[in-house]
């Protein structure tokens, strides 16, 4: 007989990180992801013979490297649980920096409009849907499947959000009030990519500097603002100077910079005026 306890302690042994262990556990036992404390309750009751293959199994896949949220298959994001999976990158904690300062951006603005590039599992429009109902929200990825995914999560959560396959702003209408993107800013032969091997590399890599898309974006987005719109982008921890300088090259004011949860210039913007 197996124990709650000696699975948690297996996990621990194997190198698992402890909540990811317990997350696993509580998957296995088809119970809520909030049952932590229940765990610590039991410790003593045995682990019945289906929960301990389902969670060795999984133990065997996060020891391989494969995010804890495609294992569960969510992840929660801004206060909205999202379904994820290897279609998809997994929201990060940090993008919600974007969606403050969007919403920030919206605050006197009615029923604005707003478009979101490379929506991936839809995370920043499904939580700006969220938060603004008045707004018109639309939201663009050149995958297929990413948008398969976005648009689930989308009639799960009962958000009125307008998925688009396209290429960027190809196609796009004019006259956003915001224009928000998480693009791939991570550069060719970045160390840090082997890390990242389960997510999808289309959504990660973007040219020899990290920049290529970014550049794409801010060239075009001009076209799709209204006269006073932000363009607002998140990039890589060390790449704020080198976004602020592409938006001052491409006429944006008020470029500025956002910190993310550690401090870190994680999000960059400015406002377009179509009148100088």
Request: hydrophobic content about 50%; aromatic content about 4%.
């Amino acid at each position: 007989m197996t124990t709650l306890a000696q699975a948690l302690a297996q996990a621990a042994a194997l190198g698992v990180d402890r909540l990811d262990a317990q997350l696993l556990l509580l998957a296995g036992l088809g119970r809520s992801d909030h049952d932590r404390a229940w765990l610590l309750a039991h410790d003593t009751d045995a682990l019945p013979l289906d929960a301990r293959a389902a969670y060795e199994r999984h133990l065997a896949r996060r020891l391989a490297g494969e995010p804890i949220a495609y294992l569960l298959g969510e992840k929660e994001f801004h206060g909205l649980g999202l379904a994820v999976d290897a279609r998809v990158l997994v929201p990060r904690p940090d993008t919600e920096t974007l969606v403050d300062w969007a919403l920030a951006c919206l605050a006197q603005r009615a029923a604005p409009r707003v478009l979101d590039l490379g929506t991936g599992s839809g995370a920043i429009a499904l939580a700006l849907s969220n938060a603004r109902p008045d707004a018109q929200v639309t939201a663009v990825d050149a995958s297929a499947d990413a948008l398969q995914v976005a648009e689930g999560n989308a009639r799960r959560l009962g958000l009125a959000v307008r998925f688009v396959q396209a290429d960027w702003l190809d196609g796009a209408a004019t006259g956003y009030d915001v224009i928000t993107s998480n693009p791939p800013y991570i550069a060719l032969g970045d160390p840090h990519l082997a890390a990242l091997g389960h997510e999808p590399r289309s959504a990660l890599v973007s040219g020899p500097d990290g920049l290529d898309d970014i550049r794409r974006i801010v060239a075009a987005a001009p076209g799709h603002l209204q006269d006073g719109g932000w363009l607002l982008l998140e990039h890589g921890h060390d790449q704020a100077a080198e976004v602020r300088a592409l938006l001052k090259a491409a006429n944006f004011a008020e470029v500025q910079s956002r910190n993310d949860l550690a401090g870190i210039a994680r999000c960059s913007g400015g406002i377009w005026r179509a009148v100088k």
